[in-house]
């Protein structure tokens, strides 16, 4: 993306805490079996009117689109014996609830998908080197899958926080559009508390997604594959944590490749059980389990299975 686009609207993923094996679900109580949750949260907000900005500030043209806040999915820490839930935040009275990017409603233009690191909102925690380290092995695997030609072209960074939902929940940020995907930084526990009461002590990281919507404020699918067209993702980690990149603390590669994995279109995967000391555990064990079960930095089964499924005949869709 080599612009910036300023708007008014957000959604997509949070991220959860969890591990398991075949083993450890022998120690759970069947009778706590977890599910995720779809939460409906009413959050009444305009349309945003979707503008691009150069660096300079210069409005450069105006989208046929404005955006719609849709979703969030979070991720939990480990011990919260909390799991993964989706927010919606635009109900419209219906059940179609996936999404994904379109080709032909590209805001860049490109039929790549754009992805960006905020290093105005750093962790306390972990160096800014260490989080764009890690970032980068987290696109690289993501891009290595050889089931598709998926493109990931990082922007350049901007001297100023963006962040869409950080404006809507009153935090400071640029409510403007810099990527499809974009790693907005990490947030104060207070941040999270938007999303579920005592969500600072629980919430690791959380992907929101925002819709495209046309002139009439409805919904778009332009390429017809039974899914709304997706505007852009923003990606939130939760500071009140500690993080780290050695295993010492919560691995920031694997919570970045979860949700990075929320920012490509895939959702939450896998049955979680609680077990009698108050972990949750889940079977099959996975990236994009609701919840942090340890490190886990390679895409195999069902994470390659669902990533496949959304890119393989990508951009031909």
């Not at 409005?59 to 820490?77: D, F, G, P």
Request: proline share 4%.
């Amino acid at each position: 993306m080599k612009s910036i686009i300023v708007y008014s609207f957000i959604v997509s993923g949070l991220w959860l805490t969890s591990c398991q094996t075949d083993q450890a679900l022998n120690e759970a109580d069947p009778s706590l079996v977890v599910g995720e949750d779809v939460v409906y949260k009413q959050l009444d907000l305009d349309p945003i009117r979707l503008s691009s900005i150069n660096p300079m500030g210069r409005i450069q043209h105006e989208s046929v689109y404005n955006l719609v806040l849709h979703k969030a999915e979070y991720i939990t820490a480990p011990g919260s014996a909390q799991k993964g839930t989706t927010v919606i935040f635009s109900d419209r009275g219906n059940k179609q609830l996936e999404d994904d990017f379109s080709p032909f409603a590209s805001l860049d233009g490109s039929s790549d998908i754009s992805y960006y690191l905020d290093q105005t909102r750093p962790s306390s925690s972990i160096s800014l080197s260490q989080t764009e380290s890690a970032l980068k092995r987290v696109v690289k695997t993501w891009e290595s899958v050889k089931c598709s030609d998926l493109g990931l072209n990082r922007v350049s960074n901007i001297p100023i926080p963006i962040g869409i939902v950080a404006a809507i929940f009153g935090f400071p940020g640029e409510p403007a559009y810099v990527a499809d995907v974009n790693h907005a930084g990490w947030m104060p526990g207070s941040f999270f508390e938007n999303l579920a009461p005592g969500g600072s002590r629980f919430i690791l990281g959380v992907t929101f997604t925002f819709l495209l919507i046309d002139g009439d404020r409805n919904l778009v699918d332009t390429n017809q594959d039974g899914k709304w067209d997706v505007a852009l993702r923003e990606i939130y980690y939760n500071d009140n944590f500690s993080w780290s990149d050695d295993g010492s603390a919560i691995d920031v590669e694997t919570v970045a490749l979860h949700e990075m994995g929320h920012g490509l279109s895939q959702a939450h995967f896998g049955k979680g059980f609680i077990k009698k000391k108050g972990d949750i555990q889940f079977a099959p064990r996975a990236v994009m389990n609701a919840a942090y079960s340890g490190i886990q930095t390679r895409i195999s089964g069902t994470d390659l299975g669902g990533h496949c499924s959304n890119w393989a005949n990508w951009p031909n869709k």
